[in-house]
């Protein structure tokens, strides 16, 4: 049977939590995100979402509908990415693009009256910089300093 690479993505469940705990990331990816096993989700306004490609984990990230959102926009209607990450065995097939390009549709049918996503990227993270430019994030030029420097705000508008 042919993979089609269909992704999708779903809020977390219990179900995916095995797949998820065997994330693995190389050393050079560790110091910009976190793996899903790292990731502690029981605060309120949390949602941590995975993404599949035939039904299988291959991606992970959190939106957030906190009060942490306003430490990078304004805009109450916002929610904050953070901590995608690709399995490291699942790397290399255009998983973090088209789930990055599925995200809006996501959000506009989970989050109704979300209209932005912010995320700050290190500026050291290249790789990471480019996709989020390849899917529609802007850098409007806001910099924060994070735990290992400096850190590039950007945002995506719907």
């Not at 899903?36 to 979402?49: A, L, R, T």
């Not at 009256?113 to 850098?139: M, R, S, T, W």
Request: aromatic fraction near 8%.
């Amino acid at each position: 049977m042919q993979k089609t690479n269909a992704i999708e993505l779903v809020h977390f469940s219990e179900d995916f939590v095995d797949v998820l705990n065997d994330f693995e990331l190389p050393e050079e990816q560790c110091q910009f995100t976190a793996l899903p096993k790292e990731i502690s989700i029981e605060m309120v306004g949390q949602y941590p979402i995975v993404i599949l490609s035939d039904n299988v984990p291959v991606g992970f990230f959190v939106l957030h509908a906190t009060e942490r959102v306003k430490e990078y926009s304004n805009n109450p209607n916002a929610v904050l990415l953070t901590a995608l990450s690709i399995d490291h065995k699942q790397q290399g097939n255009g998983y973090a693009k088209k789930g990055m390009l599925a995200l809006s549709e996501f959000i506009k049918r989970v989050f109704k009256e979300c209209n932005e996503v912010v995320l700050v990227v290190n500026h050291k993270n290249i790789p990471a910089q480019n996709l989020y430019l390849k899917v529609g994030f802007v850098d409007n030029g806001e910099r924060r300093m994070g735990p290992i420097g400096e850190q590039i705000v950007m945002n995506l508008n719907f």
